[in-house]
């Protein structure tokens, strides 16, 4: 990198200082919010860095001004943060940030109005990527990766300085998603818990007062959250939600929370079309949905092998495992309707060695003690309606909707 002179860079510092401080002065929340983004590599924070790392006694300017010395706490750690991120040295920038961060936060409680909500909603964002991505250094150097977790502590302490009673609420949605990320990358789900409760039964907080991106995110979090513990009409719900509010230009957004709100409509017996599978290049549930519409457990086995690792990365794998019991109730509905329509007075009674021999066409070789066994689950649960004669190995099906819909929602055809 080309250093500028030593005037060059004494301009450049002194220019960013007075930036900051015109839009604390002005309250003017779009400048102050550029200031600190270090992601955006914007040429402007650049080359202030290569200024710093230069100049090496921005400290002293600080200190020479009292209209800058008074932010002193603030600037100092986030121009030593600046200089490192620009030398590749991650780690070290990440504490400075934090330290920065903290320093902010600090001021922020003073400050009676939101103005400052989206530089801090910068600050959130910004210490979480710089947490990962000192993570992965620290990882490469054979240490132990402790930024994002330290990430997380510091957006807790923001979430409360927001879950107040005053303007300032707005932001803790902002942050608690940018805490769903944290959680969900370390694997630590369970943390989600107090924070939800927080936003859900607090009285401070109404819910249709926070900002659509917010909600939407916040929405499609809780909805994978209720993926995880099977609680499929509440993840339905969630999931739905955000689809409906997510920007329809974000199509990449859309695909995120189209892929787990599939398979929770597939668990509820709700079938999406191809045209939307294609759309939003989802076709690895293709074969998923063929399997469900004929009946054909052969094709569902084999798209879950396929995609086996993409399905286990989006955690949806016992989610599409668990729709076997679907596809075998489709496949005794279609014998069932091919009996029908050749002896509709017999229909009802079918042998378990026609499921055995449908079985086999599909390459699925089971015998009478397997089929009777998956028959008495389907029984169980209220897939199908009837009851075994075993004498005869036969199940006699109900005369009046032997194969009940699905969680009050009928199974596509």
């Known amino acids: 990198m080309a250093y500028p002179s030593m005037g060059e ?33 914007s040429p402007s924070l650049l080359s202030l860095a290569d200024a710093l ?27 030593r943060s600046l200089q490192s991120y620009r030398l590749g040295n991650l780690v070290e920038a990440y504490h400075a940030f934090e330290k920065f961060a903290n320093a902010f ?40 990766p402790e930024k994002l977790k330290g990430a997380g502590s510091f957006l ?17 949605l902002y942050v608690t998603c940018q805490l769903f990320k944290i959680y969900f990358k370390l694997g630590t789900v369970h943390l989600c818990r107090s924070v939800i409760r927080s936003i ?26 209720e993926v995880f513990n099977e609680n499929f009409p509440a993840a339905d719900h969630k999931l739905s ?9 974000r199509e990449a957004n859309i695909r995120m929370i189209l892929k787990y709100l599939i398979p929770v409509k597939l668990s509820l017996g ?10 939003y290049n989802l076709l690895e549930y293709n074969d998923v949905v063929k399997a469900l519409k004929r009946g054909d457990l052969r094709l569902l086995r084999h798209a879950l092998q396929e995609h086996e690792d993409q399905f286990l990365r989006s955690g949806v794998y016992l989610v599409l495992e668990k729709l076997e019991l679907q596809v075998y109730q489709r496949l005794v509905k279609k014998i069932y309707f091919i009996q029908k329509q050749k002896d509709p007075s017999k229909a009802h009674q079918l042998k378990l060695e026609v499921i055995v021999k449908a079985l086999k066409w599909l390459e699925m070789d ?32 109900s005369k009046q909707d032997p194969f009940p819909k699905l969680n009050g929602k009928p199974v596509n055809s």
């Open 366 to 397: 089971m015998d009478l003690d397997e089929v009777e066994c998956i028959m008495t689950i389907l029984i169980y649960k209220n897939l199908v309606k009837g009851y075994f004669a075993h004498k005869s190995k036969v199940v006699v099906l």
């Open 105 to 144: 936060i600090q001021e922020f409680r003073n400050w009676e109005s939101a103005w400052a909500l989206e530089a801090l909603y910068v600050i959130a964002y910004e210490i979480r990527v710089l947490a990962e991505r000192a993570d992965r250094e620290l990882s490469s150097n054979g240490k132990s």
């Open 241 to 249: 939600y955000a689809l409906t509010h997510c920007n329809p230009l």
């Open 9 to 41: 860079a004494h301009r450049r510092i002194t220019d960013y200082l007075n930036k900051f401080c015109d839009a604390v002065s002005y309250q003017d929340v779009a400048s102050l919010a550029q200031l600190f983004s270090f992601s955006s590599n």
């Open 200 to 225: 859900e039964t607090a009285r401070i907080f109404d819910f249709e007062e926070f900002p659509r991106r917010d909600k939407v995110t916040y929405m499609y979090y809780t909805g994978r959250l």
């Open 156 to 172: 807790m302490k923001v979430f409360g300085v927001l879950a107040g009673k005053g303007p300032k609420r707005v932001g803790a």
């Open 270 to 279: 709700i079938l999406p079309k191809t045209c939307l599978l294609e759309k």
């Open 53 to 79: 790392n230069f100049f090496q006694d921005a400290n002293r300017l600080i200190k020479q001004s009292d209209k800058f010395s008074q932010f002193g706490e603030i600037l100092a750690p986030l121009f």
